[in-house]
């Protein structure tokens, strides 16, 4: 069983930057593309940005493209989410996931282990 442990979320205004970051309990990433999600309230769980097993290919959601960015660190087992120049609409609930493809996904259903969450709040 993986479990995967998000931190870093909190209140920031606008216009202001986060670091989220998600790392495995028990068990490593080896061999996994990884991707961050987000749920606003009444909305849908949404596709954020995704990274491959290597870390040399990325893909963004339009919305946060040229804003947000994911990284990985394999050596210390960790996924990363830059999130710069925050929006009030980016408030929601984020979840990082562990995709069943090498190269990540935006699909949700790519994903077999998500973690917990982590809530931003953007105040305008």
């Known amino acids: 069983q993986v479990q995967l442990v998000e931190s870093g979320g909190g209140l920031v205004q606008a216009g202001g930057s986060l670091r989220l970051s998600c790392a495995p309990s028990g068990r490593t990433f080896s061999g996994y593309g990884m991707g961050w999600f987000r749920q606003a309230p009444g909305k849908e769980r949404e596709f954020v940005a995704t990274i491959s097993w290597s870390g040399d290919s990325t893909y963004y959601a339009d919305s946060v493209k040229g804003r947000f960015t994911i990284s990985r660190d394999n050596a210390k087992n960790t996924v990363y989410l830059q999130m710069n120049s925050l929006k009030p609409e980016d408030t929601a609930v984020y979840y990082c996931?562990?995709?069943?493809?090498?190269?990540?996904?935006?699909?949700?259903?790519?994903?077999?282990?998500w973690g917990q969450g982590t809530q931003v709040t953007v105040s305008s």
């Open positions: 996931a562990r995709s069943t493809v090498y190269s990540g996904s935006y699909r949700q259903g790519d994903y077999d282990y």
